[in-house]
């Protein structure tokens, strides 16, 4: 997981409550993204930002508000967790718009709303 | 529904044996194709990318883009049981969105 890191690792929360889940990066690449990933249902995309002061809506955005002030930072704050948020949350970036660049990933944080 | 489908499995096969995973598109307008391998409870990881139709081959793998039948594979020849993980098929999308498929669990038994 080269440059990505996601804090934390492991969280438990009750119906309601509100948290960040955060990624930063020391890669100096523009595009950052969030995906969950649930049993079967792959990775969804959640939210991206393609550069610091933009952001915008991937597959399931509903319940989540990103932003990004900064280059390396790009947190994702869950506003009033629901059980359907448990999952596992990745963050990933990459270069913009370079088509064979690889996307890196963070090493997961996964969630459990009771 | 997703505009590229794959079947979850699980798949397993012996070692040594080749394997073929699958994913479908819907959206001919899409070219940009990839594979990532994700072991359990880490982060995916880019295997391969193709553009448009062919192949490309990278030593034990192959990834195949079929536009006619809007078919995306992945071969794996001298399969070994560290190629057991989950296979993920993506596309980029044309607003540079890598949107993925469910994954497919791959067993490769000793």
């Known amino acids: 997981n080269a440059g990505v890191t996601q804090t934390p690792k492991f969280q438990v929360l009750k119906t309601g409550q509100s948290m960040t889940l955060q990624c930063a990066q020391d890669?100096?690449?523009?595009?950052m993204s969030w995906y969950r990933q649930d049993p079967g249902m792959g990775l969804r995309l959640i939210h991206y930002s393609v550069g610091a002061g933009i952001t915008d809506q991937g597959e399931v955005p509903n319940g989540y508000n990103v932003s990004r002030s900064t280059t390396e930072d790009f947190p994702l704050r869950l506003l009033s967790a629901a059980p359907s948020q448990t999952s596992v949350y990745f963050c990933?970036?990459?270069?913009?718009?370079?088509?064979?660049?690889?996307?890196?990933f963070g090493p997961g944080t996964r969630l459990t709303v009771l | 529904q997703k505009e590229v489908e794959q079947d979850p499995g699980p798949l397993s096969v012996p070692e040594g044996a080749i394997v073929s995973l699958n994913c479908t598109y819907s959206n001919s307008a899409f070219q940009y194709f990839m594979w990532y391998r994700q072991y359990s409870r880490k982060g995916p990881e880019l295997l391969m990318y193709t553009y448009s139709s062919g192949n490309k081959e990278d030593g034990r793998f192959t990834a195949q883009v079929d536009k006619s039948s809007k078919y995306i594979s992945l071969f794996i020849r001298d399969s070994q049981p560290s190629d057991s993980a989950t296979y993920l098929c993506a596309y980029r999308d044309r607003d540079d969105k890598i949107i993925f498929g469910k994954g497919t669990r791959l067993h490769i038994l000793p």
């Open positions: 890669m100096n690449h523009e595009y």
């Open positions: 990933a970036i990459r270069r913009k718009f370079q088509l064979t660049d690889t996307q890196y």
